[in-house]
């Protein structure tokens, strides 16, 4: 079992500039959420898809957005970049929209220059 | 509006004596609390939870008290293990579990042989 896997590992982009970062759930998960933790700070949360829809959003502005396809993985899509986004961003993966059986990948460190 | 806060950013503690991590809430519709670990490089690990029906929960070295009143949760591991060393992430939820997680900043533990 892959577990969860989110790619690429690290990235460095320029302001203004469009960043997807990658998500495959966990076998059997069918749930996706994803997280952006600041330097020093706890994850956020940002949005949920489930059945390929965005179930729930989180306080992000609409530069963040994100897709699931049907076997179930995901992409997060910010636009416009800015300093300020960069962080780690965390995938976690559950079964039919849960939040607390979430397992998480190891992250994806995105620095904005 | 930090709605889950975890006050030290840092414990050390000596191998073999207990560690207490703390974490206080301050929206009383959270009734559902869970602890994750982290390592650098790796996602959060899901550790332990507690129901706000209950005022504890254990598993194993690891123990969750919940004082409602207080708004209060604390981790106890014991015996304390140099592989307990990691940041550790408090995280409430509400209608029992089903909302997003909400984050702490972390306390990140040492634990010195």
């Known amino acids: 079992d892959a577990g969860v896997t989110q790619s690429p590992t690290h990235l460095i982009k320029t302001r203004g500039q469009q960043v997807t970062l990658r998500c495959s759930p966990k076998s059997g998960h069918d749930t996706v959420s994803w997280y952006q933790q600041a330097l020093g700070q706890g994850p956020q949360f940002i949005f949920q898809y489930y059945e390929e829809e965005e179930r729930q959003r989180g306080n992000f502005p609409d530069r963040f957005s994100g897709h699931q396809f049907p076997n179930y993985s995901s992409e997060l899509n910010v636009n416009a970049l800015l300093l300020g986004d960069s962080a780690l961003y965390l995938c976690?993966?559950?079964?039919?929209?849960?939040?607390?059986?979430?397992?998480f990948g190891q992250g994806t460190r995105l620095t904005v220059v | 509006d930090q709605q889950v806060k975890q006050n030290s950013p840092s414990l050390s503690v000596q191998e073999g004596r207990i560690s207490i991590l703390n974490c206080d809430y301050t929206n009383s519709m959270f009734d559902y609390f869970l602890w994750y670990k982290k390592y650098p490089a790796e996602g959060p690990t899901f550790l332990i939870s507690i129901s706000s029906i209950k005022d504890k929960n254990e598993d194993g070295r690891f123990t969750v008290f919940l004082n409602k009143s207080a708004k209060h949760l604390s981790l106890h591991i014991v015996p304390s293990q140099p592989g307990d060393s990691a940041v550790y992430f408090c995280a409430a939820s509400r209608n029992s579990g089903n909302t997003p997680l909400v984050f702490g900043k972390g306390t990140r533990l040492s634990v010195i042989a």
């Open positions: 976690a993966s559950s079964l039919e929209a849960q939040w607390t059986e979430a397992f």
